[in-house]
């Protein structure tokens, strides 16, 4: 039976052990630490009976001056291995527990127009499509010198 939920703070060591297609690249210890320490970051984990994470969720909740809190849902990934199982779905149910837990009054993530699969496990999980036209800019940024090292 695989395990889903959240992690704590400190069980960054449990990201020591995940399937090689969970995430885009491997986790980096100091930054899951980091990622799991700060409060308003959240880690869904799908864990199997083995000790290996074999899906992830991830999402931050926020504040802004004239909004009720709202959970930002960033990433989901789940290895090809365990795909099919609901695991998805699973995951972004555990966010959208936090999400409540923390008073949030919405969960809100993109994704881009020809990923299909994404779309249905959004839906699938409750989501509603926004009919409005969604374009998405990124902002690049390049480590800077800081005036103080000059």
Not at 27 to 45: C, I, K, M, Y
């Amino acid at each position: 039976m695989t395990t889903v939920r959240i992690l704590g703070a400190a069980e960054h060591s449990i990201l020591e052990n995940v399937a090689p297609d969970v995430f885009d690249d491997a986790p980096n210890p100091g930054l899951s630490q980091e990622f799991l320490t700060d409060p308003r970051h959240h880690l869904a984990v799908a864990i199997a009976e083995n000790g290996l994470v074999v899906g992830m969720a991830s999402g931050v909740h926020y504040v802004h001056p004239d909004k009720d809190p709202q959970m930002f849902i960033n990433e989901v990934g789940v290895s090809a291995a365990y795909e099919g199982q609901g695991l998805g779905k699973r995951l972004i149910a555990a966010l959208l527990q936090r999400a409540s837990e923390l008073g949030c009054t919405e969960a809100w993530t993109a994704t881009e127009p020809e990923n299909a699969r994404a779309q249905a496990l959004y839906s699938s999980a409750g989501g509603v499509k926004d009919p409005t036209p969604f374009v998405m800019f990124t902002f690049p940024i390049a480590a800077r010198r800081s005036p103080r090292d000059a």
